[in-house]
């Protein structure tokens, strides 16, 4: 191999993780030179007697003499020692809706994973298997650019606790991680994926519930896992009656806020023709 002294710079060296071989793409240690045009090959110069061997640096698109036309991109050294196959494309996290099981609902909480993008407010709602990726630096998803972080969210018990305490986890996650605008993300919605605790012998002594009609509610009722408030100390397979709550602002609770009388108390019921099951 023959370059004028004008072309090439001799006797330059590396320590590694600047260059690597054109042929395997395997870092290189050692003595090199250049030449004018950007070439790089092994040995302390061309004239030193050894078969020099082409080097480039990662990343660097190599162009053949002769063939303008033909271009090739080599892996990244990275790419090398992390064993990336340097097609394949990686993913960014993906929105995932979450699964919620009996189970979740007996326990009373559930964990909700989220990631929000780094250099915008942009949240993303995911399972923990992207969430696992992203806190693994798993080279097959995009995790430079996403924060990952989850929170335990309840979901049954007494509707106004449930409401107050994922407000203020909300707001605890915000100020510990800073992410701004996450509630609003969650628009506000601290009751979502809430279920009713089924609960019976209930009682009420007036103005927190009333009929269809309208009619102020005393007495004895239960709620329904799935429809609610209903008239009776326990569900019953006849029709009964449902109940609504007399201010539409005011949670009602699972748990008697009332001690309910003994039977042989005189208790008067608000009945009327607006049946349910």
């Known amino acids: 191999m023959y370059f004028p002294k004008s072309q090439v710079v001799i006797n330059l060296f590396t320590n590694g993780e600047e260059l690597i071989y054109f042929s395997s793409g395997l870092d290189y240690k050692g003595y090199y030179f250049k030449t004018s045009n950007n070439k790089y090959f092994t040995g302390k110069s061309p004239n030193n007697g050894i078969n020099n061997e082409l080097l480039l640096k990662p990343q660097q698109i190599f162009k053949e003499d002769g063939d303008p036309k033909f271009t090739q991109t080599l892996p990244s050294y990275y790419n090398i020692i992390k064993k990336i196959n340097p097609d394949f494309v990686r993913q960014p996290p993906l929105y995932s809706y979450p699964l919620i099981t009996p189970q979740d609902y007996k326990n009373g909480v559930f964990t909700r994973y989220f990631c929000k993008k780094t250099n915008e407010i942009l949240y993303i709602e ?6 696992d990726k992203l806190i693994n630096k798993d080279p097959k998803i995009i995790y430079q650019l996403y924060q990952p972080f989850k929170m335990v ?3 049954s018990g007494s509707k106004e606790q449930v409401f107050n305490t994922n407000k203020n986890v909300t707001k605890y996650m915000i100020d510990k991680f800073l992410l701004p ?12 994926f809430y279920k009713l605790s089924e609960s019976s012998n209930l009682y009420t002594a007036g103005n927190e519930f009333k009929t269809k009609n309208g009619i102020n ?9 799935n429809k609610g408030p209903m008239v009776g100390k326990t569900h019953i397979e006849k029709p009964h009656e449902y109940l609504y709550p007399i201010d539409k602002t005011t949670v009602f609770t699972t ?4 001690n309910a009388p003994s039977p042989s108390s005189n208790v008067t019921t608000t009945q009327s023709n607006n049946s349910g099951y």
């Open 153 to 155: 969210w309840q979901i």
């Open 181 to 192: 605008s996450f509630n609003q993300f969650l628009k506000e919605d601290y009751l979502k």
């Open 126 to 131: 995911i399972n923990k298997k992207t969430y």
């Open 217 to 225: 509610y005393v007495g004895f009722y239960h709620i329904h896992i």
């Open 255 to 258: 748990q008697p806020t009332y």
